[in-house]
């Protein structure tokens, strides 16, 4: 996958590519011309009687030539690194994407910071690789075979085959270090992901830190993974420092063999003064783009480990089977679960087993049950957060797996247990950045939801901007801003997982007033630990260990003295029942 899309990047967009290329050329091929004009000047300066126009002749060759490699890499630079910078950014929206649709699993197994390492420095080390190491890599090649061509043609092939004797060994010495130095990367980038996750975390959990007094063992967790870091970083540090040195000792034998050897013949009148010069010139030039093999290999090794990591990411697959070549018609909400049972796939234990109920359009449902009696997996399927594999959830007499995937998410309006806020505005929080609501349907949602005064007692009300996780609002505030979101989708089907928790129970009172007037024709589903929640509700189920246990309405439950009966009196002093 992430090799198609680079490819059709490359393809889309193969003009530029090509004009570059052939910029980079002229550029190191007109290059390549400058020792021999020099040399050829010193020639021409030999003879005491020389031409003066000759000499300004050359002169002017070497600034038109300076002009023209000025133009032409100004040019390539631009038209390839260019390139890179907007692959760089394709690749990223690809992953985004990808993110966007793989499921829940995949995150429960991931670590946020491993997730983020992926989205910045495995997609700059590909961009490094695409961009600036292949255009080094043609410019090298390029500068290395024209300045070899003209050291044996204007110069002596002996002289140059002998100073370039060094030149296998470099070779490959690189190719053995580069593979060290991809070995290495990988677990640079490992590390890296373990920082930015222990970072993450801490940020996002400095409270119960703080709660805890565990500063300090954070700290020392911290100074343990930086150490980690150091180490990997050092190491790596080291396979590609000891490249530049061993290049560098390579050159100077090169230069001492070519000063022997060279000098030698300028006295036996082999060749002349200013083709030493050039050959002295051509040998410098190449030194240049030896050197940069190695960062060439280094930023390769790194593109190609973060391209194998990227890869494992981008053919993880999203595991929800979707329809959406589908077309379907507008949705009811008529709701019914036949004979489910599902285990997570990361579970040995049933989270549900053999769950059949109908909700009827327009009647409210509530779900209650022990924590981890299986109410948000209920949810969860509803939504295909998973695939189900015993049984049917069926909408409208439909099962779930024929309609598109975006056609129920689309239809449905999740509270979620933890109220999840963007750290942007109010506003944007309650539309969900969609600029479809008018202020009205706003104003009327957060009304709905019983949060409206609150938000106009804030400084800039409506846009007041939120902190991480909303961090300036307290839980009740947060699940009714989160009820409003769902609201103002006015969904066919509306789902409260455990949302109104934080509330006290006079708001909760209002709020659930005020969902029955508006969702008079709708489906609604309230899942709950309080009774208070969910007593008006037209049937409650009472889910135990994955099982139905009992279901019914709020009197009937009650007359039947069961399970609901006995949640009822946990929550309600004799004397309330009274
Ligand atoms: N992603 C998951 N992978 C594996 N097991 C899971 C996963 N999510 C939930 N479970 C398990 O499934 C069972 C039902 O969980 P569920 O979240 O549906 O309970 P719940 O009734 O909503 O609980 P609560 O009231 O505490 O929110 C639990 O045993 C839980 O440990």
Same mark, same amino acid.
């Given at each position: ?483 409003? $979101?769902?609201?103002? %989708? *006015?969904?066919?089907?509306? +789902?409260?997982?455990?949302?109104? @928790? =934080? #509330?006290?129970?006079?708001? /909760? ?6 969902? $029955?007037?508006?969702? %008079? *024709?709708?489906?609604?589903? +309230?899942?709950?630990?309080?009774? @208070? =929640? #969910?007593?008006?509700?037209? /049937? ?10 009992? %279901? ?17 009196? /946990? ?8």
């Amino acid at each position: 996958m992430s090799n198609k899309i680079i490819t059709n990047f490359i393809k889309k967009n193969s003009f530029f590519y090509i004009v570059g290329i052939v910029l980079m050329l002229t550029a190191s091929l007109t290059q390549a011309l400058i020792p021999t004009i020099v040399g050829n000047t010193i020639d021409l300066m030999q003879d005491a009687n020389f031409d003066q126009s000759l000499i300004l002749n050359n002169i002017f060759y070497i600034i038109g030539i300076t002009l023209l490699v000025f133009l032409a890499t100004f040019g390539w630079r631009n038209l390839i690194i260019g390139n890179s910078r907007k692959l760089e950014c394709t690749l990223r929206e690809h992953l985004f994407n990808h993110f966007q649709k793989l499921s829940p699993e995949f995150y429960n197994k991931r670590k946020t910071g491993d997730l983020i390492a992926y989205a910045i420095n495995d997609i700059n080390a590909v961009r490094m690789t695409f961009g600036p190491a292949c255009a080094l890599s043609i410019n090298s090649f390029v500068i290395c075979v024209s300045a070899i061509y003209f050291m044996v043609a204007n110069v002596n092939l002996r002289l140059t085959l002998l100073c370039l004797l060094p030149l296998p060994v470099v070779v490959v010495f690189m190719l053995r270090v580069g593979k060290k130095i991809q070995l290495r990367f990988k677990k640079v980038q490992e590390n890296f992901a373990s920082i930015s996750d222990c970072v993450q975390e801490n940020i996002y959990g400095i409270r119960v830190v703080k709660a805890y007094v565990q500063e300090e063992k954070e700290i020392a967790k911290f100074e343990k993974l930086n150490n980690n870091m150091e180490e990997s970083t050092l190491n790596m540090v080291k396979t590609s420092s000891v490249l530049e040195p061993v290049i560098e000792i390579c050159f100077s034998i090169s230069f001492v063999l070519s000063l022997l050897i060279g000098g030698n013949m300028v006295l036996q009148n082999q060749i002349t003064l200013g083709a030493f010069v050039a050959f002295q010139g051509y040998l410098t030039m190449i030194m240049k783009p030896v050197l940069n093999i190695g960062k060439v290999i280094t930023h390769i090794q790194r593109g190609m480990a973060s391209l194998i990591r990227l890869k494992e990411i981008f053919n993880t697959e999203p595991h929800i089977n979707e329809n959406n070549h589908l077309t379907t018609p507008p949705i009811n909400g008529e709701i019914r679960f036949e004979n489910l049972s599902f285990t997570y796939p990361s579970s040995k234990m049933k989270a549900l087993n053999n769950i059949s109920f109908d909700i009827p359009k327009g009647h409210t449902i509530g779900i209650v049950g022990k924590t981890g009696s299986g109410k948000t997996t209920i949810i969860n399927l509803l939504l295909k957060l998973f695939n189900t594999s015993e049984g049917v959830i069926k909408i409208d007499d439909r099962s779930i797996d024929h309609f598109p995937l975006e056609n129920i998410r689309n239809s449905i309006g999740l509270v979620p247990q933890d109220s999840f806020l963007f750290s942007t505005s109010i506003k944007n929080n309650i539309t969900f950045f969609k600029d479809i609501y008018s202020n009205k349907d706003i104003e009327d949602a957060s009304q709905k939801s019983y949060i409206y005064k609150s938000i106009l007692g804030f400084s800039d009300g409506f846009y007041t901007k939120l902190g991480e996780q909303g961090v300036n609002l307290s839980g009740g505030q947060k699940q009714r801003i989160a009820i409003a $979101r769902a609201l103002i %989708k *006015d969904p066919d089907i509306l +789902i409260l997982d455990d949302s109104l @928790s =934080a #509330v006290d129970t006079e708001t /909760e009172r209002k709020i659930l007033t005020s969902l $029955r007037e508006v969702r %008079k *024709d709708k489906t609604t589903i +309230i899942i709950a630990h309080r009774i @208070s =929640a #969910v007593e008006h509700a037209n /049937e409650i189920i009472v889910l135990d260990e994955g099982e139905i246990k009992e %279901k019914g309405s709020h009197n009937e439950l009650l007359e039947k003295g069961g399970m609901y009966y006995e949640m009822y009196h /946990e929550q309600y002093s004799k004397d309330d029942i009274a």
